[in-house]
Nanobody
């Protein structure tokens, strides 16, 4: 089970830190990813991190502004979002995959329920 938290309303240029808490004893065998879905749009890849935290990958629109990290001891993955823009407004989902750092949503095995991020201009 994956449970996201940390979403909210923030002004453009601000920051938010999303958390995703995972249950189970095999968290450190999964790559973890963040996706987002804006109203009327398809779910899109944001970032992913390998099981050991060494490898990360980011979508171009967030590169340099967002940072994905994980704490395997605490079964948690984070998404630090800085310099937020109104176009970052979306429901953000975390997901777990047995495939190494995939970008495709279909390669993720488990999904959280999502957390809303709203960036005002």
């Amino acid at each position: 089970q994956l449970v996201e938290s940390g979403g909210g309303l923030v002004q453009a240029g601000g920051s938010l830190r999303l958390s995703c808490a995972a249950s189970g004893r095999t968290f450190n065998t999964y790559s973890m990813g963040w996706f987002r879905q804006a109203p009327g749009k398809e779910r899109e890849f944001v970032a992913t991190i390998s099981w050991n935290g060494i490898t990360t990958d980011y979508a171009d629109p967030v590169k340099g502004r967002f940072t994905i990290s994980r704490d395997n001891a605490g079964n948690t993955v984070f998404l630090q979002m800085n310099s937020l823009k109104p176009e970052d407004t979306a429901v953000y989902y975390c997901a777990a995959s047995l495939t190494p750092t995939p970008r495709r949503a279909s390669l993720y095995n488990y999904w959280g329920q999502g957390t809303q991020v709203t960036v005002s201009s």
